[in-house]
């Protein structure tokens, strides 16, 4: 398995759009597959802001992503850019693949100049204290507890 940028793999993009949707679309109860799929498309850029990370097999089959966009919530405006997206297909999950993406997301964002990355999560919380992330706060979102976290990035 391998961690590479989107911007070579945009044929990924239906599936991880799907994926997403399907995973997190409580949380954006405005938004739409096809919004979804637009966010993505948007890291087909050389930019950090946003980016998109996409773990594939020896076959470029599509596994997983990691994102690193400019605003994640409606609430925490002051605070950015999120690590988001953080998504490992069930059939892989519990072999440290979302590690492995996490990781690789936060060293291209070092290498890149950043400081620090926040994001939030309504279950994952001890997943990404073991990455090294802080736990800011705990606050209710769009119907679900979640914590917002900060990584340093050295």
């Known amino acids: 398995m391998r961690v590479?940028?989107?911007?070579?793999?945009p044929d990924t993009i239906p599936t991880l759009a799907r994926w997403?949707?399907?995973q997190w679309s409580d949380l954006y109860p405005n938004d739409t597959l096809?919004?979804?799929t637009s966010d993505l498309r948007e890291s087909l850029?050389?930019?950090?802001?946003?980016?998109t990370w996409v773990l594939l097999d020896d076959d470029?089959?599509?596994?997983?992503?990691?994102?690193?966009?400019?605003?994640?919530?409606?609430?925490?405006?002051?605070?950015?850019?999120?690590l988001a997206s953080v998504y490992i297909h069930s059939d892989l999950r519990g072999?440290?693949?979302?590690?492995?993406?996490?990781?690789?997301?936060?060293?291209?964002?070092a290498k890149a100049g950043l400081k620090e990355l926040y994001l939030f999560t309504p279950g994952q919380e001890y997943f990404y204290q073991t990455l090294g992330w802080q736990t800011l706060k705990h606050e209710r979102y769009q119907g679900q507890?979640?914590?917002?976290?900060?990584?340093?990035?050295?």
């Open 4 to 9: 590479e940028n989107i911007s070579k793999h």
């Open 45 to 51: 850029t050389e930019a950090l802001v946003p980016s």
């Open 60 to 82: 470029n089959v599509c596994w997983g992503s990691a994102s690193i966009i400019e605003q994640d919530m409606t609430t925490n405006l002051e605070l950015g850019p999120w």
């Open 145 to 154: 507890d979640v914590a917002i976290m900060k990584a340093e990035l050295t």
């Open 95 to 109: 072999q440290r693949l979302g590690q492995r993406v996490v990781k690789t997301v936060m060293e291209e964002a």
């Open 20 to 22: 997403h949707f399907d």
């Open 34 to 36: 096809e919004s979804f």
